[in-house]
C-alpha cells in the first residue's frame, strides 16, 4: 500500500482492541453453528442474434456466466457474486468480476469486487477490486475499503478521431468510515482519497483529452430519530479536486472547514485543483394520518468525488413534501412542492431557475378496485447571469403532465378477470416565441388491456390496445396496435409456454409509414426444486408503406439454464 494512505489506518489500530475482545466473545459459541452449508444460484446464458436490412446492434453469438453462493462456515456467512462473459473482449478487459462479503455477526469483510456505501457525496456505490471491512460493535461504527476504482486502459484507436476504447488511468483509492450510534441515530466521519497513476498508460493529454487526477473528500453524515414521529438526515462534504497532476504552478486556495486539515494527505496540489461543498439535510415526520419532509440539498459548481459516478453540481433545491391518508390508508394523497436554481458562485452566462410541483392521489376499493391519479407542472425560466440574456434563446418553458390509471379485478373459482385502463398526456409550452416553433410538443398514450385466466385449464390469455400520438409543431407522429398472449401451465405448473404477438402501425401526419409485427415465445421448465430451463425468442419485422423506410427483419434467441442449491 503506498505510504499516502497509511495515515487513513490510524483509526484501524485504535479499533483493535475492542474489534479483539468482541470477536473473541462471538467464537466462544461457535460449536453451536452448523460446520457448513452452501446455497445460492448458478447461471449461464447463451443469445443468438441475426438481422437482416439494417447494421446488427448486437454480436450474432454471446454469452455470460454469473453466481451468487452463500458459504456458511461455523456460522460465518460467504456471500460470493461473480460475471463471467465475453463482452469487451476485443477492448483487453473482459468484463469478469469476482467478489465475497463474509461477515459474522457485526463484522463484515469485504473482497474483490464490491460497490460500497459511505454515504452520498463521499463513498457513494462507487464500484471497487480491492479489499474492504464494516465493523459495527455495539454503537462503534466502523468501515473501511481499499482498492482499484478504474483499471488502465490504453487508447485503442486514431488518436485525432473516434477511439474504440477511450483511455483511462489507473485509479486507486481509499477510504474510511467512524461514528457512532444505531441504524436510526448515527453520526459518521468519513474520508476517501483517491488518485489516477499517470504511468499506467502511455498518452498525451492534447491527444486524448484527458489528464491524471487526485481527489481528497471528507464528509460529516448523519441520521437521527427523535420523539418517535420525527426524524433528520444531514451530509455535508467538502472535495478538494486536481483535474492535472502534471501541473505545478501552486494552489492559492487552503481548503475547506473540512478538507483542510487532511489535504496533508494529497501529493498534488495545484492550479488545477478545485474545492467545492455539497449539503443536504431533510428534516420530516410520520404519523399514521399525515407526514411532511422538508428537503434542502445544494452542490457546488465543480463539486465531485471519485467515490461516485455522477452529480448533479452546481444547483440548489429545496422542496416539501407532505402526505395525507385517511380511511385505513384506502385513499392517499402526496405531493411535491419546491423550487431550483443553478448558478450559485455567479460565473455562468445565465442562472436558470426551476419550479416544481406534483400531486398523486391513490384509492382503492378491498381488493377489487385500485386507482391512480397524478399531476405535475415544472417550469424552467433563466435569469441574467455575467451577460444580458439573448431573448432569441432565451429559455421560459412549463411542462405539464396528467394521468390516470384503474384497474378492476375480479376472482373466482374457475375465472378471474382483470381489467385495466392507463391514460397519460404531457405537454411543452415555450413561452419565447423564437424557440417554440423547435420545442414544443405535445402526446399522450392509452393503453386498454383485458386479462383472463381460466383457473381449472391453467391458461391465461391477455389483449390489449396502444394509441400514442406525439406532435411537434411540424409533424405529427402516431402509433397504435393491439397485443394478444396466451400463457399456458403443464406438468403441474413445471412447464410454462408464453406466445405473443403484437402489430404496430405507424403514421406521420396520418399518413401510413410502417408497421412492426413481432412474434415472441418464451417458455420455463422446472425440473425439480434446483434446475431450471429458459428459452425465448422473437422476431421482428416491417413492413414498407412509405417509400423512405427500409425494411428490416430481426431475429433473437435467448437459451439459460440456472441451478440452485
Same mark, same amino acid.
Given at each position: 500500500?503506498?505510504?499516502?494512505?497509511?495515515?487513513?489506518?490510524?483509526?484501524?489500530?485504535?479499533?483493535?482492541?475492542?474489534?479483539?475482545?468482541?470477536?473473541?466473545?462471538?467464537?466462544?459459541?461457535?460449536?453451536?453453528?452448523?460446520?457448513?452449508?452452501?446455497?445460492?444460484?448458478?447461471?449461464?446464458?447463451?443469445?443468438?442474434?441475426?438481422?437482416? %436490412?439494417?447494421?446488427?446492434?448486437?454480436?450474432?453469438?454471446?454469452?455470460?456466466?454469473?453466481?451468487?453462493?452463500?458459504?456458511?462456515?461455523?456460522?460465518?456467512?460467504?456471500?460470493?457474486?461473480?460475471?463471467?462473459?465475453?463482452?469487451?473482449?476485443?477492448?483487453?478487459?473482459?468484463?469478469?468480476?469476482?467478489?465475497?462479503?463474509?461477515?459474522?455477526?457485526?463484522?463484515?469483510?469485504?473482497?474483490?469486487?464490491?460497490?460500497?456505501?459511505?454515504?452520498?457525496?463521499?463513498? %457513494?456505490?462507487?464500484?471497487?477490486?480491492?479489499?474492504?471491512?464494516?465493523?459495527?460493535?455495539?454503537?462503534?461504527?466502523?468501515?473501511?475499503?481499499?482498492?482499484?476504482?478504474?483499471?488502465?486502459?490504453?487508447?485503442?484507436?486514431?488518436?485525432?478521431?473516434?477511439?474504440?476504447?477511450?483511455?483511462?488511468?489507473?485509479?486507486?483509492?481509499?477510504?474510511?468510515?467512524? %461514528? +457512532?450510534?444505531?441504524?436510526?441515530?448515527?453520526?459518521?466521519?468519513?474520508?476517501?482519497?483517491?488518485?489516477?497513476?499517470?504511468?499506467?498508460?502511455?498518452?498525451?493529454?492534447?491527444?486524448?483529452?484527458?489528464?491524471?487526477?487526485?481527489?481528497?473528500?471528507?464528509?460529516?453524515?448523519?441520521?437521527?430519530?427523535?420523539?418517535?414521529?420525527?426524524?433528520?438526515?444531514?451530509?455535508?462534504?467538502?472535495?478538494?479536486?486536481?483535474?492535472?497532476?502534471?501541473?505545478?504552478?501552486?494552489?492559492?486556495?487552503?481548503?475547506?472547514?473540512?478538507?483542510?486539515?487532511?489535504?496533508?494527505?494529497?501529493?498534488?496540489?495545484?492550479?488545477?485543483?478545485?474545492?467545492?461543498?455539497?449539503?443536504?439535510?431533510?428534516?420530516?415526520?410520520?404519523?399514521?394520518?399525515?407526514?411532511?419532509?422538508?428537503?434542502?440539498?445544494?452542490?457546488?459548481?465543480?463539486?465531485?468525488?471519485?467515490?461516485?459516478?455522477?452529480?448533479?453540481?452546481?444547483?440548489?433545491?429545496?422542496?416539501?413534501?407532505?402526505?395525507?391518508?385517511?380511511?385505513?390508508?384506502?385513499?392517499?394523497?402526496?405531493?411535491?412542492?419546491?423550487?431550483?436554481?443553478?448558478?450559485?458562485?455567479?460565473?455562468?452566462?445565465?442562472?436558470?431557475?426551476?419550479?416544481?410541483?406534483?400531486?398523486?392521489?391513490?384509492?382503492?376499493?378491498?381488493?377489487?378496485?385500485?386507482?391512480?391519479?397524478?399531476?405535475?407542472?415544472?417550469?424552467?425560466?433563466?435569469?441574467?447571469?455575467?451577460?444580458?440574456?439573448?431573448?432569441?434563446?432565451?429559455?421560459?418553458?412549463?411542462?405539464?403532465?396528467?394521468?390516470?390509471?384503474?384497474?378492476?379485478?375480479?376472482?373466482?373459482?374457475?375465472?378471474?378477470?382483470?381489467?385495466?385502463?392507463?391514460?397519460?398526456?404531457?405537454?411543452?409550452?415555450?413561452?419565447?416565441?423564437?424557440?417554440?416553433?423547435?420545442?414544443?410538443?405535445?402526446?399522450?398514450?392509452?393503453?386498454?388491456?383485458?386479462?383472463?385466466?381460466?383457473?381449472?385449464?391453467?391458461?391465461?390469455? *391477455?389483449?390489449? +390496445?396502444?394509441?400514442?400520438?406525439?406532435?411537434?409543431? *411540424?409533424?405529427?407522429?402516431?402509433?397504435?396496435?393491439?397485443?394478444?398472449?396466451?400463457?399456458?401451465?403443464?406438468?403441474?405448473?413445471?412447464?410454462?409456454?408464453?406466445?405473443?404477438?403484437?402489430?404496430?402501425?405507424?403514421?406521420?401526419?396520418?399518413?401510413?409509414?410502417?408497421?412492426?409485427?413481432?412474434?415472441?415465445?418464451?417458455?420455463?421448465?422446472?425440473?425439480?426444486?434446483?434446475?431450471?430451463?429458459?428459452?425465448?425468442?422473437?422476431?421482428?419485422?416491417?413492413?414498407?408503406?412509405?417509400?423512405?423506410?427500409?425494411?428490416?427483419?430481426?431475429?433473437?434467441?435467448?437459451?439459460?439454464?440456472?441451478?440452485?442449491?
Amino acid at each position: 500500500m503506498p505510504t499516502r494512505y497509511l495515515k487513513l489506518l490510524v483509526f484501524i489500530i485504535a479499533m483493535l482492541p475492542v474489534v479483539t475482545k468482541s470477536f473473541a466473545q462471538d467464537v466462544e459459541k461457535i460449536e453451536e453453528q452448523k460446520p457448513f452449508r452452501i446455497t445460492g444460484t448458478l447461471a449461464a446464458n447463451a443469445m443468438f442474434f441475426d438481422v437482416q %436490412g439494417r447494421p446488427p446492434s448486437r454480436e450474432p453469438f454471446t454469452w455470460f456466466f454469473t453466481g451468487n453462493p452463500t458459504l456458511e462456515i461455523y456460522g460465518i456467512t460467504l456471500p460470493f457474486s461473480f460475471t463471467v462473459s465475453e463482452q469487451q473482449r476485443d477492448f483487453r478487459q473482459p468484463f469478469n468480476q469476482f467478489g465475497v462479503s463474509p461477515y459474522y455477526k457485526w463484522a463484515t469483510l469485504h473482497l474483490g469486487y464490491r460497490n460500497l456505501v459511505f454515504s452520498p457525496f463521499t463513498l %457513494g456505490g462507487h464500484t471497487m477490486a480491492g479489499v474492504g471491512t464494516e465493523l459495527k460493535p455495539g454503537k462503534l461504527r466502523f468501515g473501511f475499503m481499499y482498492g482499484r476504482l478504474f483499471r488502465a486502459i490504453q487508447a485503442v484507436g486514431d488518436p485525432v478521431g473516434t477511439y474504440i476504447a477511450d483511455p483511462t488511468f489507473l485509479r486507486t483509492g481509499a477510504s474510511i468510515k467512524v %461514528g +457512532y450510534g444505531t441504524d436510526e441515530n448515527f453520526v459518521d466521519l468519513v474520508l476517501l482519497k483517491a488518485k489516477d497513476d499517470p504511468n499506467s498508460i502511455d498518452y498525451t493529454s492534447s491527444e486524448t483529452g484527458i489528464t491524471p487526477a487526485e481527489n481528497l473528500v471528507v464528509g460529516i453524515y448523519s441520521k437521527q430519530k427523535f420523539l418517535k414521529k420525527f426524524f433528520f438526515e444531514l451530509e455535508f462534504a467538502q472535495s478538494a479536486y486536481t483535474r492535472n497532476t502534471d501541473l505545478t504552478e501552486a494552489d492559492t486556495v487552503k481548503g475547506g472547514m473540512l478538507t483542510r486539515p487532511f489535504l496533508s494527505l494529497m501529493d498534488a496540489q495545484n492550479i488545477s485543483t478545485t474545492h467545492n461543498t455539497a449539503f443536504e439535510s431533510s428534516l420530516g415526520y410520520e404519523h399514521d394520518i399525515f407526514g411532511l419532509r422538508i428537503k434542502y440539498r445544494e452542490v457546488g459548481p465543480s463539486y465531485q468525488s471519485m467515490g461516485a459516478y455522477f452529480f448533479q453540481n452546481d444547483i440548489r433545491n429545496i422542496t416539501v413534501e407532505p402526505t395525507v391518508r385517511l380511511f385505513k390508508s384506502m385513499l392517499q394523497a402526496s405531493g411535491s412542492f419546491g423550487h431550483q436554481t443553478d448558478n450559485l458562485d455567479k460565473r455562468r452566462a445565465n442562472t436558470t431557475t426551476r419550479t416544481i410541483g406534483s400531486v398523486n392521489l391513490t384509492g382503492r376499493i378491498k381488493e377489487i378496485y385500485t386507482g391512480n391519479l397524478t399531476y405535475s407542472n415544472y417550469d424552467i425560466g433563466q435569469a441574467t447571469g455575467t451577460v444580458n440574456i439573448d431573448t432569441l434563446i432565451q429559455i421560459s418553458q412549463t411542462v405539464q403532465s396528467y394521468g390516470m390509471m384503474h384497474n378492476v379485478m375480479l376472482t373466482g373459482e374457475q375465472f378471474t378477470h382483470n381489467v385495466m385502463i392507463n391514460y397519460n398526456y404531457q405537454v411543452l409550452n415555450d413561452r419565447n416565441p423564437n424557440t417554440s416553433e423547435f420545442s414544443n410538443y405535445e402526446t399522450d398514450t392509452w393503453l386498454a388491456s383485458y386479462y383472463i385466466t381460466f383457473v381449472p385449464l391453467r391458461l391465461s390469455v *391477455t389483449a390489449s +390496445y396502444t394509441l400514442t400520438n406525439f406532435e411537434l409543431p *411540424t409533424q405529427r407522429t402516431g402509433i397504435a396496435g393491439p397485443t394478444i398472449g396466451v400463457t399456458r401451465s403443464f406438468l403441474k405448473n413445471a412447464l410454462s409456454i408464453n406466445l405473443m404477438y403484437s402489430s404496430m402501425a405507424y403514421t406521420v401526419n396520418d399518413q401510413p409509414n410502417r408497421t412492426i409485427n413481432r412474434i415472441a415465445m418464451n417458455s420455463s421448465y422446472r425440473a425439480g426444486q434446483k434446475h431450471r430451463i429458459n428459452l425465448r425468442f422473437y422476431l421482428n419485422q416491417t413492413g414498407q408503406e412509405a417509400e423512405n423506410v427500409q425494411t428490416f427483419r430481426e431475429i433473437k434467441g435467448d437459451i439459460g439454464y440456472a441451478y440452485t442449491f
